[in-house]
């Protein structure tokens, strides 16, 4: 089992819907949870971290992490074609002092107008 | 601010010729530096990662090397290509101290092997 499970999708909206992005982990060390954005040809940037469990919002993105279920969520509202990129969940323990994390595979969202 | 840059962005090499991706940082000191492959349709590889000049640490055994010869300068080669070592390289730098700053992310360079 991969520590840290994403589907790829992709994921097909249409423009102004709500977008759920999941991760599932079986590392219960992990503390950091992180998403980033990835255009085609291009570097992941990152867009959100939240530490622990809770939810964090900035604009139109909400992060969700929830350790009992090992589970972390991105919510996508009123979602724009600029959104149409590939997202990466993170997440980082620890270990060694390093807080080196580990990466989902990614999920390729598709907003069409 | 800091920036990243790695060049080239794109790069097509013949089986067995050798490597040398560069990446620098600027705008910071001491920074945590990374390598990793992006293959199609997989996840983010790490491949190696180093803390200071002269510090690497190797998480995949394979033909590749990396090298800090600078505080802000690392460096990804291969003496002998493997049509394998085709991929998308981003180059990452990170704080040394204390979290919530995730990673920065180079915009990656493309190498073909063929």
């Known amino acids: 089992q991969k520590e840290v499970e994403q589907d790829p999708g992709p994921l097909s909206v249409p423009e102004g819907a709500i977008v759920s992005l999941n991760c599932t982990y079986s590392?219960?060390?992990?503390?950091?949870f992180m998403w980033y954005r990835q255009y085609s040809r291009k570097g992941p940037e990152l867009l959100m971290y939240?530490?622990?469990?809770g939810n964090k919002e900035d604009g139109r993105f909400t992060a969700q992490v929830d350790k009992s279920s090992k589970y972390i969520s991105l919510f996508i509202r009123d979602s724009q074609p600029s959104d149409s990129a590939t997202y990466l969940c993170?997440?980082?323990?620890?270990?060694?002092?390093?807080?080196?994390?580990?990466f989902g595979r990614g999920t390729s969202l598709i907003v069409h107008p | 601010s800091q920036t990243i840059h790695q060049w080239p962005a794109t790069l097509v090499q013949p089986v067995g010729s050798p490597l040398s991706l560069e990446c620098t940082v600027e705008?910071?000191?001491?920074?945590?530096l990374y390598w990793y492959r992006q293959a199609a349709g997989r996840g983010l590889q790490l491949l190696f990662y180093?803390?200071?000049?002269?510090?690497i640490s190797s998480e995949v055994p394979q033909n590749l090397s990396a090298s800090r010869p600078q505080d802000r300068q690392f460096i990804l080669s291969s003496k002998k290509l493997l049509l394998s070592d085709s991929g998308f390289y981003l180059c990452?730098?990170?704080?040394?101290?204390?979290f919530g700053y995730g990673y920065t992310f180079g915009s990656g360079t493309r190498l073909t092997v063929v």
């Open positions: 939240t530490y622990s469990s």
């Open positions: 180093s803390v200071g000049i002269g510090q």
């Open positions: 590392n219960s060390a992990f503390q950091y």
């Open positions: 705008g910071t000191s001491n920074p945590n």
């Open positions: 993170a997440m980082s323990d620890l270990s060694g002092g390093s807080y080196i994390p580990t």
């Open positions: 990452a730098w990170s704080r040394i101290q204390g």
